[in-house]
């Protein structure tokens, strides 16, 4: 884990309001993300549960598969 993105450096000290927005700051000023104002400031964003990658899915459970790759945006 970037140590930019380690939870007890980012929370420390930090009460329940605050946490999230340290977290999503954190996430921005680590990978040059940009995030509208509202999501930082005002409102929490969507979650995604997940499985674990340690174990193949099982029946029933669906899965995908996502690549995420960095670059220059083009113009």
């Known amino acids: ?8 450096r980012v929370l420390s000290g930090a009460e ?15 990978y040059g993300l940009s995030l509208p104002r509202h999501a930082l400031v005002e409102g929490i964003l969507p979650e995604l549960t997940t499985r674990s990658w340690n174990r193949a899915p099982r ?4 899965f995908s598969y996502a690549r995420v ?5 083009r113009t």
């Not at 329940?16 to 680590?30: P, S």
């Not at 790759?69 to 945006?73: A, D, E, K, W, Y």
């Open 16 to 30: 329940d309001a605050e946490r999230e927005r340290r977290l999503l700051v954190a996430v921005q000023d680590a």
């Open 1 to 8: 884990m970037p140590e930019d993105l380690d939870p007890e």
């Open 69 to 73: 790759t960095g670059g220059r945006p």
């Open 59 to 62: 029946e029933g459970e669906v």
